[in-house]
Every structure is written in C-alpha cells, then in structure tokens.
C-alpha cells in the first residue's frame, strides 16, 4: 500500500490516514481497490500488475472524460508498480440500489429510472466516444472478433459444461459455435464495446450514474452492451421491464445513429446467448476450478434466462447441439444443487434518528439488532461538527479518538459476528441491524459505516447500508 500512500500524498500534498479496503468491489479482476482518505480528500487507489489493462483503463478513461462521459477522474499514476488513484464515487452500486429497492420483481419507480438514466448513457460511449478512440491500446484484442468470440464460447464449454459434468458432442458442439460466430459478426461492429457493462460497474452518486471497469474495452456490435445490462444474472430484471428498457436504449441510440431497428434485434438475441455463456464460462472458472464459491450462486440467475430465452425466442439459425447442452444442464445434479443451494446472506444495515419510526423490516422475517447510540459523545452537540455526518473525516477521526466508542463497536461486531455466522449455518438470507441516535446523522451513521466495513471482509455476506436521515437531507443516503 505504500505506493498508494505515496501518490495520495503526492496528488493531495497531504497524508492518507485511512486505508479501507473495498472488498466488495474485488469481484474475480485480482485487482487490489482501497479507499484513501485524509484532511478531508479521498481517492480510491488500484493496485494490479497487468500493465496493459491498466493503461487501457487510464487511457479510456481520460478519452471519455474528455467527451464528458461519467467516469472517474484519474488524479495519478505510477504504471511502473501497477498502482494509480482515480476520483472516490462513494459506495452505491447500481446493483445494490436496485436491491434496496425491490421487492421480489416489484420494482420501485426510483430504480426504475435509475436504469433508464444508464441506458440512455450507453450509446454516447459506443457511438459518440468510440468514433475516435484508440483502439491500439485495447487488451487483450482490439475487436470483438473471430478470436473474441472463440474465447468466450470455449470458456463456457471447458470451465462451465465440462467442470459441471455436464454431457455434450464437442464436434457438434464446435459446428454450431462456428455458425454462431459467423452469424454474430453478421452485425455491424464498429462501435465501441464496453465489455463489462453490468449493474455491480455502474456507481450512482446524487442519483446519477458513474461508470467503471471499461479496461477491457474494445471493436464491437451494440447488442453486446445493452445484452449485458438487461441479463446481468443476479440483478434478474422481469423480463417486461428488460424490454422496456431495450426500447429506452433503441430511442436513445436512434439519436447517434440511422438505426435500422429490424436490422438490430435480427442479432440482438444472438448476442444476448453468448453474454450468458460468456457469464456461466466466468461462473465455472471461479467457482469451480478456483473454488471460489460464491460466484456459483449467480449460476440459477443465469439459467433462469436461459430457460425464458428457450420459450420466448427462435434464433435465426439452427444451433441443435448447443441448445441440447442448455437443456441438458438442467438435469446435471450439480447444477441442481446449486439451484437448491440457499442464496448468500444479505446485512441490511440503517442509521436512524429515535425521533421518527424505526427502519421496517421489509422482509418480513423480523428480528435482527438495534443499538442506542445516545450514550455516546455526541458531536452534534459541538458547533464545528453540526452541518457534518457521520461520513465526513473529521466527525470520524473525533469519534475514533473516543475510547467508549472504540469498545461499543467491539461489543457490536462481536454480537452481529455471531449472528452472521449462525444465519448462514442455517441457510437465512437475511439479517436486519440498526443503529439509532439522537438526530441520526453523526454516532449512528459512523457506527453503522464501521459495521459495513467490518463485514464487507466476510465471505458470502452481501451488505446494503442506508441512512434514512441523510436520505431526507438528499445526501447519500446508500452504500454497498
């Protein structure tokens, strides 16, 4: 961490004087994502190894911003050692939005609209920005070509069909992925394609999106993106709302380009199947052969849209050997016990004032934690601290200094340890914890930020933190 400490100092000519890890955020990339923070600044620093991915990214993202596209703003670099800091977007993901404010595939009008704001972004990065990027820099390839597509459909085969044990003709299996890949070149692919456009890459602050992990962009169609977005597993969009937002993206899009609508969903499809495949490839590669466990929970998301693709869709081409391994995977016993498995545990986390209600429970479960914060210092009581939160660095580092709260947060994690462990013992998806205060916008929001923090280094535990007084202030009000 030395070399991010190093740049934060260099950039904001002051000390970093926190290093957080950002666990969530380190998917199956390798890389290394940490939080710096000191007299007031922060910046989120990278540390990965891959020189061409990290120049891809640096020099991406400076090209967007330069079109005023949403993304971070690159402060510094040291390439030599793979580290470099870019703007903090905060902690909302739009996947955990989405989550906050959904029940089962009722979906609230705010997230809604969230998407239709992204969706309505995407063509400016495929169209508007890509006309003039430089597709040298691209990694590993420059297009979505030949070579692209043969990659992902053998990561699906080897690491997804072959690890689950499922059964296939492997010559038949190559015919149609040769068909496949002739057909999906069949679309115009002179566009840039983001690659990794999904719900867990896009940050919302003040209500608007920020994007992120576009490093392994390059040539490509535009199904591919909007594929990616409406059929990202875990965010399982109802498929009314998936195509409402396809029309959304078709309007926007029409705005860029002569869009042959007919033309588009021809391969629209197409490219939707080898997103999926391309997922279930990642899927197997981390869960099986890593044994990373976790992404296998994503595998019967996957394959519910896989399902709903056989009952509502007919390709135009014939790919008889790849759709019987689709079906066939349903009947593998691995792959139903992982259907059967029980999906990870979800902390929902609220600071609150004890003036208003506390949080509902909108799971329905009941029980959980809630914790008085009022025999803490309170630093609302003192005038420089009044307009702050909980979230600002120097309530935070006053807090930290404050030895009851250092043992009150001990006392905390060691209550909500035990309970996260039982629950997951017992196969329970979710666990309610709330922290209240007097006003709930110092002790309770520090608290409940500490906790997050705590648990976002445990495996199999999904954290959602909302403040509801700073929601009603219009601040940010969610974390992942």
């Known amino acids: 961490m030395d070399v991010l400490k190093r740049l934060f100092e260099q950039h904001f000519r002051r000390s970093a004087e926190r290093v957080l890890p950002l666990q969530g955020q380190l998917g199956g990339s390798g890389r290394v994502i940490v939080r710096l923070a000191g ?21 991406f993202s400076r090209h967007f911003r330069r079109h005023g596209l949403p993304v971070p703003e690159i402060y510094v670099e040291d390439l030599r050692q793979g580290a470099y800091l870019e703007e903090d977007l905060g902690d909302t993901t739009l996947f955990e939005f989405l989550s906050a404010h959904r029940a089962g595939e009722a ?61 296939f ?70 498929p009314n709302l998936r195509l409402s937002l396809l029309r959304n993206y078709l309007d926007c899009l029409a705005g860029y380009i002569d869009l042959d609508r007919d033309a588009f969903m021809e391969h629209y499809y197409a490219y ?29 998301y996957a394959l519910k849209n896989l399902r709903w693709l056989a009952a509502n869709v007919r390709l135009p081409i014939a790919l008889p050997a790849l759709l019987e ?45 809630v914790f008085d914060a009022r025999s803490l210092p309170n630093p609302g009581r003192q005038e420089q601290f009044r307009s702050l939160t909980g979230k600002d660095e120097a309530v935070i580092e006053y807090l930290d200094r404050q030895e009851n709260v250092g043992q009150f947060l001990s006392h905390v994690f060691s209550l909500v340890d035990a309970s996260v462990a039982n629950y997951q013992e017992r196969g329970f998806s979710s666990l309610m914890v709330a922290f209240g205060c007097t006003g709930g916008q110092h002790r309770s929001v520090y608290l409940a930020e500490h906790l997050a923090e705590h648990l976002r280094d445990k495996n199999h535990v999904e954290v959602v933190v909302r403040h509801m007084e700073l929601e009603k202030l219009g601040e940010s009000g969610e974390s992942a």
């Open 169 to 238: 003709n492997e010559q038949a299996l190559e015919l149609d992925f040769s068909r496949l890949t002739k057909f999906l070149l069949g679309a115009d692919h002179d566009y840039f394609l983001y690659r990794d456009f999904q719900s867990r890459n896009v940050m919302l602050r003040s209500g608007q999106p920020f994007f992120l992990d576009y490093q392994g962009g390059r040539k490509g169609a535009l199904q591919y993106d909007i594929a990616s977005l409406l059929y990202d597993g875990k965010a399982d969009l109802p």
């Open 325 to 369: 391994a689709l079906d066939a995977i349903g009947s593998s016993e691995r792959i139903k016990g992982l259907a059967r498995a029980p999906a990870g545990l979800k902390v929902r986390i609220f600071s609150f004032s004890f003036h208003n209600p506390m949080p509902p429970d909108e799971t329905g479960h009941g029980g959980g934690f």
């Open 107 to 167: 979906i609230a009008p705010e997230a809604i609209e969230a998407y239709r704001n992204v969706v309505a972004v995407l063509p400016r990065f495929q169209v508007e920005a890509g006309r003039d990027l430089n597709y040298k820099v691209c990694y590993p390839r420059s297009s979505f070509d030949r070579q692209s597509i043969a990659w992902d459909l053998n990561y699906f085969k080897y690491y997804f069909l072959r690890l689950a044990g499922v059964p």
């Open 272 to 300: 939707v199947y080898v997103r999926i495949l391309q997922a279930l490839g990642a899927y197997g590669f981390r869960g099986f052969y890593e044994r990373k466990v976790h992404f296998l929970q994503s595998v019967p």
């Open 39 to 59: 007299g007031g600044q922060s910046a989120i620093g990278i540390l990965y190894s891959v020189r061409e991915e990290n120049t891809a990214f640096l020099e």
